[in-house]
């Protein structure tokens, strides 16, 4: 899969707080969610997005509480992708299972600046940022399944009709 | 080669794959649980799979804590969707409003988990277990559906890290203090995907509650797990509060590998406190000592036990909360509440001027029960300070132990609890 989309840069340990405050976790409409995208840190956010658009991020995105609102929320404002220098281990799960691609390249994330141009072949692992080209970690053989499968809802469906 | 105790418990559990270090596994799970906001999103991806049937309902274990007593119509509707599926899937274990209190505290005193176990939460702090000898972990409601879903769940085997303690703890320190001392070594990534271990004698000198306070804040290192090595402590509070079903104690080999080790000595810090905004960003107490506090919060799954709700008492006793600072104490669950009032903590807490609430996540995460303005300060015994995290993102939270919260509510600012005149024997230690 190729996804093209603008950089929308942040820093390091981004934790799920952050990212959908507290007190929006009684909602559970993705609509809903994606209006709080980082509603207490940056207000503006939410506007400035374009469907497409990608996220760049610093080392431990994601760190904090589990909560699945947080990457339900970028999902659902139509952020294609997610490259950081890291992720916090339970959002990575929870980006994989939803089906929210993302991707570890340190040196892509250092390298992307906001309004950069960014282009992402999720096949080939390579990311490219304002014309220059890196390598993104590859996914171990089992979630390259869970996401070829289009995340873990599929695959358990998939593992209930075959019990 | 030896195992790890995280490695032994992934060991005793795989369905399939081979337990070692970054290989992927499939487990069966002892006990999944989930709380009101994990379990709606959970239940809509559980039908959504095409389950109908939870495999294991006697494993599960739904606890209404975040958004209880409801605080909106919306939250009312989550705790509603909690009484649903309890229904319709007979789950046995349905902690409503006024029956439990907050999960991690919950699930220990009430028979639902043993040595050895594998628990998973929709919560991050699910990593508490490891005080009671069991690999608890967090993960998000899709992962949860799953589990509930298959009866087992897809693991990375994490690396190990070894955290050794000696030493006697100094006056005013507790288990919370330790696990923050890690965090100021590591940082906030420092063990991401790995699995804390604990052992020494200092470690084996904390009273089961502590032990919780340690585990609780593992993820906060960005660990998959904390553990403690089990001892006398482990054995007395299984024989009592044990789940009624057969279970081993586990044990790290001595030739077990760690990706590294830590030793600390506990004769060489005091109460420590995190700075805003990182559980991570963490000095001596005594480096923040004259900071204006406007709230004072003592709870939550980390530090809402008899022992810090003792600590707490034993310094606002017999004084007063300071004018221009209020102070929230949260029991973490409904028999901790009443152990407090037969102790007559609770009296003394509500004639120092405290706002005693029901058991709840409450403020912790910024749901209600004590939110914060901005530019507004607090302290609280939780286990994060997130800009943001309890309110208005431009409030400042400082993390500590009881004993310096309480302390705080005294004098109005951050003081050393010994300035407020406290005893450090005033505290009766331990879990009950």
Redesign the interface.
């Known amino acids: 899969m190729i996804i093209q989309g603008t950089a929308h840069v942040v820093g390091d340990n981004i934790d799920t707080d952050v990212i959908l405050p507290g007190r929006y976790l009684t909602l559970t409409d993705p609509a809903q969610l994606a209006q709080h995208v980082f509603e207490g840190v940056d207000p503006d956010f939410v506007s400035r997005v374009k469907p497409g658009d990608i996220l760049i991020a610093g080392r431990n995105f994601g760190s904090g509480s589990s909560r699945e609102h947080a990457p339900i929320g970028l999902k659902a404002l139509g952020l294609s992708c997610v490259i950081a220098e890291s992720f916090a281990r339970i959002f990575y799960r929870n980006a994989i299972n939803l089906g929210l691609p993302i991707l570890i390249c340190p040196e892509a994330a250092r390298a992307a600046k906001p309004g950069d141009a960014v282009k992402v072949d999720t096949d080939s692992g390579t990311v490219e940022v304002a014309g220059q080209v890196f390598r993104a970690q590859p996914f171990p053989p089992f979630l390259q399944e869970l996401i070829a499968a289009g995340g873990l809802v599929p695959w358990v469906h998939a593992e209930l009709a075959r019990k | 080669m030896g195992q790890t105790m995280a490695e032994k418990i992934l060991a005793q559990h795989a369905i399939s794959g081979e337990v070692e270090p970054g290989r ?1 596994i499939r487990a069966r799970i002892d006990t999944v649980l989930l709380n009101d ?2 379990g ?2 959970s239940f ?2 559980f039908y ?4 109908t049937r939870v495999a294991a309902p006697e494993g599960v274990v739904l606890v209404c804590d ?2 209880a007593p409801a605080p ?1 119509i ?2 009312a ?2 705790l509603k969707a909690m009484r649903q599926f309890a229904e319709e899937q007979r789950i046995p274990h349905f902690f409503d409003v006024g029956q439990g209190g907050i999960e991690h505290t919950l699930l220990p005193e009430r028979h639902l988990i043993a040595p050895g176990d594998l628990i998973i939460g ?3 702090h699910t990593c508490t277990y490891g005080a009671f000898d069991a690999f608890g972990t ?6 949860i ?2 589990a509930m ?2 009866g087992e769940l ?1 693991f ?1 085997v994490p690396e190990s890290v070894q955290f050794i303690f000696h030493g006697t703890k100094r006056p005013f320190v507790t288990g919370k203090d330790i696990i923050l001392r890690v965090l100021q070594e590591i940082g ?2 420092g063990a ?2 790995q699995a804390m271990e604990f052992a020494g004698e200092g470690i084996a000198s904390l009273s089961i509650d502590e032990r919780m306070a340690v585990c609780n804040m593992a ?2 290192g ?1 660990a ?1 797990t904390g553990i403690v090595v089990p001892d006398a402590v482990t054995e007395a509070w299984a024989r009592d509060h044990a789940a009624a079903r057969p279970y081993q104690f586990v044990a790290p080999d001595p030739d077990a590998h760690y990706a590294a080790s830590y030793t600390f000595d506990l004769a060489d810090f005091g109460p420590m406190v995190a700075r805003p905004h ?1 559980p991570a960003n963490v000095v001596p107490a005594d480096e923040v000592l004259g900071t204006h506090v406007d709230q004072v919060y003592i709870g939550n799954c980390a530090n809402g036990t008899i022992t810090d709700l003792r600590q707490a008492a034993s310094v606002l006793g017999g004084r007063h909360v300071a004018r221009g600072t209020r102070a929230v104490v949260v029991p973490a669950t409904q028999r901790v509440y009443e152990q407090a009032m037969a102790e007559g903590l609770i009296a003394q807490l509500i004639e120092a001027g405290v706002a005693v609430s029901t058991p709840t996540c409450g403020a912790c ?3 209600h029960m004590g ?1 914060l303005d901005d530019g507004e300060v607090a302290i609280t015994t939780t286990n ?1 300070n ?4 309890m309110g ?2 431009g409030a400042q939270v400082y993390l500590a132990n009881a004993y310096v919260a309480a302390a705080a509510a005294v004098a109005g600012e951050i003081v050393d609890p010994a300035q407020v005149g406290v005893n450090v024997a005033g505290a009766k230690d331990g879990n009950a």
């Open positions: 992927i906001v994990s709606p999103l809509k991806q959504e799979m095409g389950a975040h958004f909106s919306s939250a509707h989550g929709g919560d991050s967090g993960l998000g409601s899709t992962d559906a799953a879903a298959l897809w990375l906030a990534d991401t995907y993820v906060e960005g998959k990182s995460f910024g749901g939110l994060r997130f800009r943001g995290r208005h993102a």
